[in-house]
């Protein structure tokens, strides 16, 4: 059984700029979730997807996108970067929309210059 | 809307200490609590899932209580060991899969 993981491990870009971040889920699970940490917080839950359909959204902008892919990888999107979206950027897998433990891979730490 | 709150921010005992995390919720109405760990700068460690039908789970040094009439949750740490500092999260679930995040209480263990 493979844990989650993610990549890049870490990423600098400049404001205005567009990333993307990747997870694949742990294997048999069907449903992802992104959270954002910034430093000294808890994670704030982004979106998560759930057989390749966007299934609940937190309270972020547009610019904040994703997908999901048929073997439940994912991808979060972020364009127009700004300085506070620096952060600790976490994914987490689960069963079925999100039934019972999530596991979480070591995310993807992004520093907006 | 769902307020989730650990106290103590922080906190640093000496090797051996038993000890109690605290984490407290405003709206009774949860699937389950989830307690984790973090390491500096890495992911999330689940430790214990409380399903809200559930007192108590426990996994070796690790006992976690929901006190879900409270809006409480505890976690107790035996034997405290330097291996155990980190940052612990409380995350309780409302439905859907959607975490709510407390801010964590940073625990150092002290040789």
């Known amino acids: 059984e493979t844990g989650v993981t993610q990549s890049p491990t870490h990423l600098i870009k400049t404001r205005g700029q567009q990333v993307t971040l990747r997870c694949s889920s742990q294997s048999g699970h069907n449903t992802v979730s992104w959270y954002q940490q910034a430093l000294g917080q808890g994670p704030q839950f982004i979106f998560q997807y759930y057989r390749e359909e966007e299934n609940g959204r937190g309270n972020f902008p547009p610019r904040f996108s994703g997908l999901q892919f048929p073997n439940y990888s994912s991808e979060l999107n972020v364009n127009a970067l700004e300085l506070d979206d620096s952060a600790l950027y976490l994914c987490?897998?689960?069963?079925?929309?999100?039934?019972?433990?999530?596991?979480f891979g070591p995310g993807t730490r992004l520093t907006v210059t | 809307k769902q307020e989730v709150t650990q106290i103590p921010a922080a906190l640093s005992v000496p090797e051996g200490e038993n000890l109690v995390l605290n984490c407290s919720f405003t709206d009774s109405a949860i699937y389950n609590l989830q307690w984790f760990r973090q390491d500096p700068g890495k992911g999330l460690t689940s430790l214990l899932l409380?399903?809200?039908?559930?007192r108590e789970q426990t996994s070796g040094r690790l006992n976690a209580s929901l006190d879900k009439s409270s809006g409480r949750s505890t976690l107790y740490i035996a034997a405290s060991q330097p291996g155990d500092s980190a940052t612990y999260l409380c995350a309780l679930e409302q439905g859907g899969g959607k975490l709510i995040f407390g801010q964590g209480t940073e625990l150092s263990v002290k040789p």
């Open positions: 987490a897998s689960s069963w079925e929309g999100g039934l019972g433990e999530q596991y």
């Open positions: 409380i399903q809200s039908s559930q």
